[in-house]
């Protein structure tokens, strides 16, 4: 029997989805709506956007207004009808490669417009779809089908690249910590402007063999071991977290959002008479 | 009741047009010669209540228009040569996912930055076969400051109606020529929209109607339904079902080859007792259309052909002329592209003469007239 969640939330009659045993994109996607339903949203005013892999299935499950674009696009569709329909609740899912790599310049500069899009990024450190090349979020020396002797890019770390490039809420949690993604992603929703949060999903189909990470269990488990949040991290010493990554919220700052600075135009433009 | 005579280029004809056809987005980066559509797109839209947005590049620009039409608002994107390129895969979204949108594209040299300020006819092929796979299009290609207002305005009913992506295919010329107009009387200009589904019943985003075009709802107003670039049965759903697959490709095709009547625009000059044709369009019409004066002045009996619309390509009246001249002369900018269509459709009928010129300067009339002296 499916949840309430489910039931009230999912395309029930798509399911079950298409990802591997022990994906952790079945579970961010739960956070997802999860958080949708805390946040009491009406379903025909969310709409869901999504790019190309696997993360980007998402959405056919969901009953919303969903599109799923081309890869690497999904923010510059969703900035489309963010701009056209400004009070429609817009909810963009991407990959690592989608949002990072192909899609690299939409994502900096939604950032920098933030514009009023909520952006998860499941990030399973490879392009699952094609069958395990390395993408941007590839750990050094991890290896992929396309580096069979060792990875030598340098990892993006994706919540420091949407903060500086502005951001305006950015947050991580992993696939693990399901039930912080979901007020991560409520809080997000919050935020009038340009919210990215890092959800780190499991792949043990594609990077977890080709790494020898063990199972979708020992993966879900290394993501408790060395998981810190921020607040907590604040006390330990550089000892205590080498090896260790952050999750948590990273910034809170509301800024004023781009859709209702382009309506105070119109608005000043009324005035003036013209 | 009919407005001032006004001076006015032609890409600021495009936005007099667009706005009359009910845009209200524009997305786009900015590309000679087609920056004016954006930079008077951005002055006018929001006094209209319409948005506007300078995109990080040109395919975020293509993109923003999709995401926008889905909301049911009329959008248009404006481009040139390397940012048709660029906005190519997802021009092929729209055509699949059955999206209305105009996309203007003011041809300049090329290929890759090839010549940036000057006139070009070489994306002929590109309109029409620039995306992959097999996908519908429709491409108008105006002659004239007035045309391309006119053009414009059909760009979007077409889209509209057909829920397909529309190509106005101008050149620098075009573009950026002045010209004096007189623009009609809005009351008199025909205005499509989009069909919509009606209120209750069960919606099947991609089940179509009887023209072939499904009814298309705006995201936001209670159908939440799917859509995809995957190939899809009617629910919107994806499907890997080689019968779906097939009927949705020849549908998109059909859908157009269907209202080919609606569709395909030429015009003709003189061909009741032509001899020698010339089949002219863009910029290039206009020194044929002047090489035609002083040829028939000279008593030298010679036609014009100029297709409007050029993809699907208006064919078969052209067949029927063909039929009764000694040879069809081609002018082009370009290596000979649109030629082809012609050559199809006319050869073991009538000769066909190509006059190709790439050096990014007009043809001019005397060329054209030099052409026609050698074929009789």
């Known amino acids: 029997m499916p949840s309430a969640l489910i039931k009230d939330y999912f395309r029930t ?8 045993p022990g994906c952790g994109h079945g579970i961010i996607t739960r956070s997802i709506v999860s958080a949708v339903e805390k946040a009491g949203l009406d379903k025909d005013n969310v709409c869901i956007v999504s790019g190309i892999g696997c993360s980007s299935r998402a959405p056919g499950y969901l009953d919303f207004n969903t599109l799923h674009t081309t890869h690497g696009r999904a923010l510059a569709f969703a900035t489309g009808i963010k701009m056209a329909k400004p009070g429609v609740k817009v909810i963009v899912i991407m990959g690592d490669g989608d949002a990072t790599a192909i ?6 500069h939604a950032c920098r417009r933030n514009i009023g899009i909520t952006a998860v990024v499941f ?20 290896k992929g089908t396309t580096a069979p002797y060792g990875n030598i890019d340098k990892a993006f770390d994706i919540c420091s690249l949407a903060a500086s490039a502005g951001a305006t809420y950015v947050a991580r949690a992993t696939a693990y910590h399901a039930t912080l993604l979901t007020s991560l992603v409520q809080n997000a929703m919050n935020n009038d402007g340009f919210s990215l949060i890092e959800a780190i999903s499991v792949c043990p189909t594609y990077y977890g063999r080709k790494n020898k990470k063990g199972n979708a269990v020992d993966m879900m488990e290394w993501q408790k071991n060395n998981a810190v949040n921020v607040n907590a991290a604040a006390k330990l010493s550089p000892e205590a977290l080498a090896g260790k990554f952050l999750i948590g919220e990273f910034k809170n700052s509301p800024e004023p959002e781009y859709t209702s600075e382009y309506s105070k135009i119109i608005e000043r433009l009324k005035k003036e008479g013209r | 009741m009919k407005s001032k005579v006004r001076l006015m280029q032609g890409n600021e004809a495009c936005v007099e047009g667009a706005i009359i056809a009910g845009m209200k987005f524009y997305a786009g980066y900015p590309i000679t010669p087609s920056t004016e559509i954006a930079e008077l797109s ?10 506007f947005i300078q995109m990080e590049d040109e395919i975020g620009g293509m993109a923003a228009v999709i995401g926008a039409s889905l909301t049911g608002v009329k959008s248009m994107t404006a481009t040139s040569g390397p940012g048709f390129s660029l906005k190519q895969e997802n021009i092929g979204y729209a055509a699949i996912a059955e999206i209305p949108c105009v996309i203007v594209d003011v041809q300049r040299g090329g290929p890759s930055t090839g010549m940036p300020t000057s006139p070009a006819q070489g994306d002929v092929m590109q309109a029409r076969w620039g995306t992959h796979g097999d996908h519908p299009i429709i491409a108008l290609t105006p002659s004239s400051v007035r045309e391309t207002f006119d053009l414009t305005i059909k760009a979007f009913n077409m889209a509209e ?12 010329v075009i573009g950026h020529m002045r010209e004096k107009v007189q623009l009609p009387d809005p009351s008199e200009i025909e205005i499509v929209d989009r069909k919509r589904p009606g209120c209750c019943e069960e919606y099947f985003p991609y089940r179509p109607e009887e023209d072939l075009v499904p009814p298309m709802a705006d995201f936001g107003t209670g159908y939440r339904y799917h859509v995809t670039g995957l190939v899809h049965d009617e629910t919107g759903f994806p499907s890997n079902n080689t019968d779906d697959v097939d009927k949705l490709i020849r549908r998109l095709s059909n859908k157009i080859e ?5 569709i395909l625009l030429w015009e003709e000059e003189y061909t009741e007792d032509a001899e020698i044709l010339i089949l002219a369009y863009g910029c290039v019409a206009r020194s044929a259309k002047s090489a035609l004066k002083t040829l028939r002045k000279r008593g030298i009996k010679v036609g014009m052909y100029r297709p409007i619309t050029i993809w699907p390509f208006p064919g078969e009246r052209l067949r029927e002329l063909a039929g009764k001249v000694k040879a069809i002369v081609v002018p082009e900018m370009n290596l000979g592209q649109l030629v082809l269509e012609v050559e199809r459709i006319c050869n073991n009928i ?3 003469e190509r006059l190709n010129k790439v050096n990014c300067e007009i043809i001019y009339p005397d060329e054209i007239i030099s052409k026609i002296e050698e074929v009789i």
């Open chain 1, 13 to 20: 009659d798509k399911l079950p989805q298409i990802w591997c």
């Open chain 1, 103 to 108: 899609g690299g310049n939409h994502l900096i």
């Open chain 1, 123 to 142: 990030n399973n450190n490879i392009y699952g779809m094609t069958g395990g090349q390395y993408s941007p979020t590839t750990p050094k020396f991890d």
């Open chain 2, 42 to 51: 951005a002055e006018r839209l929001p006094l209209t209540g319409g948005k």
């Open chain 2, 161 to 172: 109606k057909y829920r397909t992506p529309v190509i106005l295919l101008m050149d620098e």
């Open chain 2, 258 to 262: 269907m209202h080919k009547k609606d």
């Open chain 2, 350 to 352: 009538t000769r066909i």
